[in-house]
């Protein structure tokens, strides 16, 4: 069998529940694959492939386009849920029972929908440049740098996933040189999808009422990475998540902004990497009954 | 020469500025060395073994008890500005220009003003468990814990460093063991020196009026490691360090508290290993002038 990169992984088609899923599959074959979701407007062809290639030497790595995105069939819909939803179904058509699931902006919180709604089907879970439900976008700068114009085009990407520093811009063209490298590219996310994106978060975004309570459920250990001051999902987001959840790590990468991880990418993916693969992890997946009183328990433990 | 380690490295003494300092230096030579700072009544005795034999099987390790603790002569200051002059007079005593510099709670204040005040004798730094000039304690603990009788008297360590979970206490219980193993151990921290210490950090802490502002000079890249419930220096000072320093890295660790890095020790110097040797963390350590205005530059930049 041909062994295929990013670069050279053939785009495939699977159909379920009425709509027909591309997804491009590579690496190493033989344990738990890893599934990409991705962020706002993004394609398979936006992900850095150092990051996809450099955890494809050690799992399988599945990118595929949600229902309605790019060269998916169907309408996106208008809720993170449903988008959760999808994912499942797309998971389940390519006949898997266990995946390791990785999300990036509204991809995370995709990421952790389909984990609420399918939790025996994620092993673990990585979440960058993300937030909870009812996350704090107050300090989001996400609708003004979207509304921007940029030339070249792609200089977008610059403002959205980079920081102002001279190293950072330097990392973010290297990034777009990687990820312009293939030629037989997804077209773009339609307007409409667009938009059906942008409605999902705000709702997603708008729960406040006991918002961070689904959190208690999701017991997968959690690798938790973001930018020191990212503009369009603020960095407080991940901290928030982290301190909610039952067993996650937090990583925040210095000087960095949304796409931390392409900035980083050789320090994430060893990260990634020794997450993904650690038997340290499991140990702190408890159930809040299972955790002892603390600290009387020791004093009173005279014998 | 013999190879020493944790357990067989002698105690050793170097004289400067009236004080007599105890130290221990075991691991690789040759590059630059990593000098610990302990915390709240601990010693040379109380790093564990883990940790420092696991670093040491790359670098150079240097243990000591800052003035008036435990085997180093003269009386503990009162502020931890003093704690980290006394440091810098240790360090230059043993002819070195230019170290790594860990410190642990008290310690890793004591390591800032180390920094602060000679810049340039410190390289990179990692900061476990500690917090800012100014740190907030209101959630901590710290006073209770202390406070509190247990037997054996040892597991008041249980209470400071893990967290109620069994696999927490489980390490707890092995850390215990692994710092226990030496034989020949330095004198127990007086009374006098740990009321020394208590006044230093409520000192330090108590700051308010523009506290954080030092921290822009700290330009070193810096690691952050911290448990994702510290009951003793709480959580969230960690997150104001990373959030006000230029080039810092933060981790937090789950279901972890003031001893994080005791419960995840193999986790721990993979990640110190991979901050300290990485060429990447010095790209983003940036005067803030050099920093480009943003985002307008990238729309700006029609050619």
């Known amino acids: 069998m041909a062994v295929y990169t990013h670069q050279t992984a053939p785009t495939r088609y699977v159909e379920t529940t009425g709509f027909r899923f591309a997804y491009r599959r590579f690496g190493k074959r033989g344990g738990v694959p890893l599934v990409f979701n991705q962020h706002f407007r993004g394609t398979m062809d936006y992900w850095d492939p150092a990051v996809t290639d450099g955890l494809a030497k050690s799992r399988e790595v599945i990118l595929f386009n949600n229902a309605g995105i790019s ?30 699931v990785l999300g990036f902006s509204i991809g995370g919180m995709v990421a952790q929908e389909i984990t609420t709604q399918a939790p025996d089907l994620v092993r673990r879970l990585i979440l960058v440049g993300t937030g909870p439900r009812g996350a704090d976008m107050s300090m989001s700068r996400s609708a003004e740098i979207f509304a921007g114009t940029y030339d070249p085009p792609e200089h977008l990407w610059l403002a959205v996933h980079f920081s102002p520093s001279p190293s950072s811009r330097a990392a ?132």
């Open 172 to 303: 973010g063209l290297a990034f777009l040189e990687r990820k312009l490298r293939r030629k037989d590219r997804d077209p773009e996310v339609s307007e409409q999808a667009a938009a059906a994106q942008r409605e999902a978060v705000a709702k997603y975004t708008a729960q406040r009422e006991c918002a961070l309570d689904y959190l208690k459920n999701l017991r997968q250990p959690t690798l938790i990475v973001q930018g020191s001051n990212d503009v369009i999902i603020p960095t407080v987001n991940s901290y928030l998540l982290q301190q909610n959840l039952s067993n996650a790590q937090l990583v925040l990468y210095p000087d960095a902004n949304h796409g931390s991880f392409y900035q980083y990418p050789e320090l994430f993916v060893s990260q990634a990497e020794q997450f993904l693969t650690s038997a340290l992890q499991d140990g702190a997946n408890l159930q809040p009954s299972e955790r002892l009183p603390f600290p009387s328990v020791i004093s009173a433990e005279r014998t």
């Open 71 to 100: 060269s998916s069939s169907g309408q996106a819909p208008t809720t993170v849920q449903e988008m959760g939803a999808n994912v499942i179904a797309f998971i389940k058509a390519l006949g898997l029972c266990k995946v390791d």
